[in-house]
């Protein structure tokens, strides 16, 4: 059974940086994509960033692209999502989401808890 589990969400300062961590357990075989979602207050889920198994392949949301920047450990099984120049809109609950397909586009079947993040003035 895949899991998922996200770390590293904090409150930061506007411009700050931060580092997410999504550790996947559980997949030993299987070549699984990786993304994550955020989910501001009162707002529905959205797309961030995702990375292919390979780590080859990375999208972003035009929101964060330039910002953030996804990539993958294989050795401890973690997938990173580096925020850079935090902006207040970036708020949010941050998930980590696998698409076992390996395609990178979804569907997103298994998802970590969250973790939370506010960029404050």
Known sequence: QLQLTESGGRQVQ???SLRLSCVASGAENINFATAYFRQAPGQERK???AIRWSGANKYYSDSVRGRFRISK???RNTVYLQMDNLKPEDTGVYFCAA???GRGTGPWDNW???TRVIVSS
């Open 73 to 75: 450990d294989h050795a």
């Open 14 to 16: 506007i411009g700050e």
């Open 112 to 114: 970590g808890q969250g």
């Open 47 to 49: 797309f961030v960033a």
């Open 99 to 101: 698409d076992k397909s």
